[in-house]
């Protein structure tokens, strides 16, 4: 997968990523991604997580944002949640079981994008059920060697409005995790 993150002449910006042929971003994408570098260039604070969830959720208005760090305990895959918003509800931070769920295949690649039908896919997955997601888009944090280490992502009732700007903000926003918070 080819990705170019933000090219700062907004006049020339495309969108590269997979297949997909470059286009033009549209004015209001735009004030997003130049919201999204403004944020990226802010010093981290203790607030920080919780920030990049409400601002993800504002700009993609995914139901559900999830930020979190994979822990390992007897050879089982957890999450251990950073942040975790519904609308802009910060909810408390919660540990899950990756196993039979989306986050499961996101941990070790670089990213995924399940654009409908998430809980026909993940059918033992009972949170997806309960909270009623049908599409899912994330990204794998990554330490200084590669190694995947947790995860950002977007869950929707319906599919991905703009999925091209949701996973170039979360590419963005999954850096600004990796670098200046030391993940």
């Known amino acids: 997968m080819v990705y170019n993150l933000v090219v700062l ?6 969108y590269i990523t997979g297949k997909r042929e470059p286009r033009e971003w549209t004015e ?10 403004l944020f990226v260039q802010l ?17 993609t208005k995914a139901d559900y944002v999830v930020i979190g760090l994979t822990e390992i ?3 089982k895959k957890f999450i251990r949640t950073l942040a975790h918003i519904h609308g802009q509800n910060v909810l408390d ?11 499961e295949h996101v941990l070790g690649r670089n990213f995924v994008y399940y654009p409908e039908k998430l809980q026909e896919l993940f059918p033992l997955d009972d949170y ?4 009623g997601m049908h599409s899912y ?3 794998a944090l990554n330490d200084r060697e590669d190694n995947s280490i947790g995860l950002l992502s977007l869950l929707h009732k ?3 409005a703009r999925p091209e700007l949701a996973e170039h903000l979360l590419f963005m926003m999954a850096s600004l995790l990796e670098e200046n918070l030391d993940l």
């Open 9 to 14: 002449n907004f006049q020339i910006m495309k």
């Open 128 to 131: 997806l059920r309960v909270i």
């Open 137 to 139: 888009m994330a990204v």
């Open 73 to 75: 305990e007897e050879d």
């Open 93 to 103: 931070n919660m540990t899950y079981s990756t196993l039979h769920t989306p986050c």
């Open 158 to 160: 319906e599919k991905i």
């Open 43 to 59: 010093p981290p604070d203790n607030n920080t997580y919780n920030k990049i969830a409400l601002f993800l959720n504002k700009a």
């Open 28 to 37: 209001e994408e735009r004030k997003l991604i130049e919201e999204a570098i």
